[in-house]
């Protein structure tokens, strides 16, 4: 059974630093495009980062730009965020989402983690 | 900056198909798909390139496509499919994920 399971999230002061990890399971993780996606408290969902096979290409939303790095580990089928510089309005749960065709241009998530509630809060 | 606008709530009664649109100047050269979202669980993928319908999505869901808007359709709407629903596409290039801001089904 694909799973998706995310980790790391709780409180963190303004200005502080979180590293969140998504453990993933029942497919070739190696071979797919992973993505992060937030979702603010009571708000829509926002499309955060990417990351290629790899590694070797990244992308990211404008607001976190210089302040969040996605990486992974295709050994320990394992994708990350390390999240710097967090503010008020990095509030959010933090999905890690499957990216199954992106290297054909196609541009979206057919399996989602259950999410890791971040708050940014003093 | 590309944007993806959907109407923020629809309403039907059960039986009745229900109709959500989404517009954006991109879905011409972008795909769109959509999403299920129920409170306090993840979005799940029910149409995907414009149309497609992944498997264990039940038949009531389809997806169409014109000029600049695309469209989710679930015909004969039961109680269980009243949720939020996101559609999601992508600018020109490829570079930025886009998401509609949402639109809340009622099922009256």
């Known amino acids: 059974e694909l799973q998706l399971v995310e980790s790391g999230g709780g409180l963190v002061q303004p200005g502080g630093s979180l590293r969140l990890s998504c453990a993933a399971s029942?497919?070739?993780?190696?071979?797919?495009?992973m993505s992060w996606v937030r979702q603010a408290p009571g708000k829509g969902l926002e499309w955060v980062a990417t990351i290629k096979r790899d590694g070797s290409e990244t992308y990211y939303v404008d607001s976190v730009k210089g302040r969040f790095t996605i990486s992974r580990d295709n050994a320990k089928k394992s994708l990350y965020l390390q999240m710097n510089s967090l503010r008020a309005e990095d509030t959010a749960v933090y999905y890690c989402a499957r990216d199954p065709e992106r290297s054909s241009g196609y541009y979206f998530f057919d399996y989602w983690g259950q999410g890791t509630l971040v708050t940014v809060s003093s | 900056s590309y944007e993806l606008t959907q109407p923020p709530s629809v309403s039907v009664s059960p039986g009745q198909t229900a109709r959500i649109t989404c517009s954006g100047d991109?879905?011409?050269?972008?795909?769109a798909y959509w999403y299920q979202q129920k409170p306090g669980q993840a979005p799940i993928l029910v149409i995907y390139k414009d149309s497609e319908r992944p498997s264990g999505i039940p038949e009531r869901f389809s997806g169409s496509s014109s000029g600049t808007t695309v469209t989710l359709t679930i015909s004969g709407v039961q109680a269980e499919d009243e949720s939020d629903y996101y559609c999601?596409?992508?600018?020109?290039?490829?570079?930025?994920?886009?998401f509609g801001g949402g639109t809340k089904l009622t099922v009256l």
């Open positions: 991109a879905l011409p050269k972008q795909y």
């Open positions: 999601q596409s992508a600018d020109s290039t490829g570079t930025y994920v886009i």
């Open positions: 029942g497919f070739t993780f190696t071979t797919y495009w």
